[in-house]
């Protein structure tokens, strides 16, 4: 039942494209952002340990209690031959952190999609940033695959985007280093651009951008998390934690 209803989904998303000829600029795209928040996301507690699922909607408001329910999410950085990370500028439509700039793609494991909930070797999440690589960035399907994705380890943040959004997330962070192809989905993404260690660094970064970051980007580069990670790309391997949650704040 879950399962046709994300079929139906993205056959509306299908159907949308094809009747602007793939012109995202001219659909009505809002909509397709309001019928995202019925997808199902996978609940957590502490120790990322399944607890059961929720829509994208209940996951993201702000309740009673005024806390955002933790759930599963991913956050890719995808780093070119010269080593440069591709940054997204997050689309004016998204419900939580719109026109924020941020690293390649950040979303969530679907568990209406049986694929993304297999949690041995993250293989899951690993399959659920392929899908969104391909929806968001438009990279194709065939240039990555899921073991392609180094799960480097996981992050453990709450943020406030307005009076009625939020994010609270176990958030895996996951590593590639290829040349891909790229055609951004202005529904989702509004820039890309591919930055150096020394330009994220600089102190007119923001101004260059000139954009706010997200608050899981901006807690990673407070932590001087990603200029570690950055230094060491070619023995990422090598640092590998997945036995433990870096709790940020």
């Known amino acids: 039942m879950i399962r046709g209803a994300y079929r139906g989904l993205y056959s509306i998303v299908q159907r949308m494209s094809a009747a602007t000829g793939n012109n995202y600029a001219?659909?009505?795209?809002a909509p397709l952002q309001k019928a995202a928040l019925e997808e199902r996301c996978i609940l957590v507690d502490d120790l990322d340990r399944s607890v059961g699922e929720a829509t994208k909607r209940a996951c993201h408001e702000i309740n009673m209690e005024g806390d955002v329910l933790l759930h599963r999410a991913f956050s890719v950085f995808l780093f070119n031959s010269k080593g440069e990370l591709l940054l997204q500028k997050r689309s004016k439509h998204k419900i939580t952190f719109p026109d924020h700039y941020t690293n390649t793609c950040c979303s969530h494991p679907l568990a209406e999609i049986p694929g993304e909930t297999v949690e041995e070797d993250a293989i899951g999440i690993r399959r659920a940033a392929v899908?969104?690589?391909?929806?968001?960035?438009?990279?194709p399907s065939e240039e990555i695959q899921p073991t392609e994705l180094l799960y480097l380890t996981r992050i453990h943040y709450k943020a406030v985007s307005d009076s009625r959004w939020g994010e609270h997330e176990i958030d895996y962070m996951l590593f590639l280093q290829k040349d891909v192809t790229i055609d951004p989905n202005p529904d989702e993404v509004?820039?890309?651009?591919?930055?150096?260690?020394?330009?994220i660094e600089s102190p007119t970064f923001l101004k260059t951008v000139q954009a706010p970051l997200t608050p899981w980007f901006q807690l990673i580069l407070k932590y001087k998390l990603l200029q570690w990670w950055w230094d060491n790309l070619e023995t990422l391997d090598k640092m590998q934690d997945v036995d433990n949650i870096t709790v940020l704040s």
């Open 190 to 199: 509004s820039e890309v651009r591919w930055v150096t260690r020394s330009e």
């Open 26 to 29: 001219t659909a009505q795209i």
């Open 131 to 139: 899908r969104r690589l391909s929806y968001e960035l438009g990279i």
